[in-house]
């Protein structure tokens, strides 16, 4: 979807909409809207649409407004974004192909109107590509929105929000892949596509060279599988030289069957986006690039396939990682933590990093404890935490501290090994995390994000459809906004 900021309207537009603020009362909008509102109990609340049709100078003109509660509201900006977003999911397929936005009502500021605008085109996405045969009626209809009235500023505004756009947008495509066109190979290979000419600089390690570098538990995980493993890290110098860097580390299990811990059938399908933390380190590293942000960065992913074979791990085995640490594999199923774990290490290693931050579909059981609404943020540093919830806050990618400490610790420990991949049947998403704290230096800041229940969503959003949310890479732009510029 194009956004066009233009003078005036263009004549031959039918559809015409504005955002309107509750109890601001509806004076200088059309009269079929303003005296049919109330009447459809119309009060401008977020994401309520009011749709009328009028005859204007003998055309038919379809006109909407669209709430965005009240001018004062705290949370503003979402209200804004939720304002944008109805309306593209009202008329996203509704046979008009372009709209006209006028922002002279509600908007006031550039601010404002890049949180509309934002709102709009995060809900304008859509993968269709596999679908041969959907009819006329289903297909996406609406190509350009004609911007009116915009205050000054908008289109710098609109740039940045733009970027921080096609990084969740990269998100979700990444996640909504299928499995078979989606491996590790494959999602480099995306990545450099991605990443071309913008100033990033991609490293890539083959097994050959995890292999040399001894990182043992990521390559247990995808020796089942015929697609090769591979540690993807992308790095963006926008900050002062020598300033050390905010790290991301991503899970990208490009598909989770459990391995020889099979997982049940019904819904495995489901674990195809198991790469979600992957595809959020990836689409936050796009938005900081797209935008140039003023910070060094570096987004490190873990791919691998985790599948049942001949030549996969097994329960009981124990794996040497990269750090030194043994580990021996109770549940072939608790995987994500095999790979992070050597990813962790490698990027301390490698980056000296000023704080790390990983984002993983790590447990179902942090479904259980939050479901769909909050990630599970676990840190050994407070104000580490404090500043991912308030980022994901303010963006709509919401995190709940959860807590860390040596008791349970404790019940990772192994009879034969340093440690063990599972605990017991209580506290499974913090046991994970007690997990990856054991790869994580003395002094390091660190924070791990269990984002199982946010990457996928059963119902249309905030400003997402069903699917994909996009889950991730506006928290990740936003807390090195918030942070480090
Ligand atoms: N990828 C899963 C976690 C998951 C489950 C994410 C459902 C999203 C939705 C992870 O690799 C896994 O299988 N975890 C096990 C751990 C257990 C074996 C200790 C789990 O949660 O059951
Ligand atoms: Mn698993
Ligand atoms: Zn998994």
Redesign the pocket.
């Known amino acids: 979807m194009q956004i066009n900021f233009t003078d005036s309207a263009p004549d031959n537009v039918r559809l015409h909409v504005q955002i309107v603020n509750e109890g601001d009362g509806l004076e200088g909008i059309d009269e079929v809207l303003a005296e049919g509102a109330p009447t459809a109990r119309f009060r401008g609340k977020p994401g309520q649409v009011f749709e009328g049709f009028a005859k204007i100078d003998g055309e038919l003109r379809r006109l909407a407004i669209s709430g965005a509660g009240e001018a004062g509201a705290d949370n503003r900006r979402l209200n804004l974004e939720r304002a944008g977003a109805a309306l593209t999911a009202k008329y996203l397929r509704s046979g008009e192909t372009d709209m006209v936005l006028d922002l002279a009502s509600a908007v006031e500021d550039a601010e404002e109107a890049g949180a509309a605008l934002a709102g709009l085109c995060m809900r304008s996405w859509s993968m269709d590509d596999y679908r041969t045969k959907l009819s006329k009626e289903k297909k996406v209809s609406l190509e350009t929105v004609h911007v009116i009235n915009a205050p000054e500023g908008t289109l710098a505004a609109w740039d940045r929000e733009l970027a921080i756009t096609k990084g969740v947008d990269f998100t979700r495509m990444l996640v909504t892949q299928p499995a078979n066109l989606l491996y590790p190979e494959s999602f480099v290979e995306v990545c450099q596509k991605m990443f071309k000419d913008t100033g990033a600089e991609l490293t890539v390690l083959d097994e050959a060279q995890m292999e040399e570098l001894g990182m043992g538990a990521l390559l247990g995980v995808g020796q089942g599988s015929v697609r090769e493993s591979r540690l993807l890290a992308i790095r963006w110098n926008g900050g002062e030289e020598g300033e050390k860097p905010t790290v991301f580390v991503g899970k990208g299990?490009t598909f989770?069957t459990?391995g020889i811990?099979l997982?049940p059938g019904p819904g495995m399908e489901?674990?195809k986006w198991?790469m979600g933390g992957a595809g959020a380190v990836a689409g936050g590293m796009l938005a900081l690039v797209g935008r140039k942000a003023k910070a060094n960065v570096v987004g490190v992913v873990g791919l691998v396939e985790n599948m049942p074979d001949g030549n996969a791990i097994r329960p009981g085995d124990v794996l040497t990682s990269m750090s030194g640490q043994t580990i021996e594999v109770l549940?072939t199923?608790?995987?994500?933590r095999l790979v992070l774990c050597d990813a962790l290490h490698w990027a301390q290693e490698q980056y000296d990093p000023e704080h790390i931050v990983d984002f993983a579909?790590?447990?179902?059981?942090m479904?259980i404890a939050l479901g769909n609404e909050h990630g599970g943020v676990f840190a050994n540093d407070d104000d580490l935490a404090s500043q991912l919830v308030s980022a994901g806050k303010s963006v709509n990618d919401k995190l709940w501290q959860m807590p860390l400490g040596p008791a349970y610790d404790k019940l990772i420990d192994s009879p034969i090994a340093d440690m063990k991949n599972?605990g017991g049947r209580g506290a499974?998403s913090i046991t994970?995390a007690q997990f990856l704290q054991r790869f994580i230096k003395k002094d390091t800041k660190w924070a791990h994000c269990d984002i199982?229940g946010m990457v996928w969503s059963d119902k249309p959003g905030h400003a997402h459809d069903k699917g994909a949310t996009g889950y991730g890479a506006r928290l990740i732009n936003q807390f090195i906004a918030d942070n480090v510029e």
Do not use: Q
């Open positions: 299990v989770d459990g811990s997982k489901d674990m198991d549940n199923d608790a995987e994500g579909t790590l447990t179902g059981a479904i599972i499974g994970a199982a």
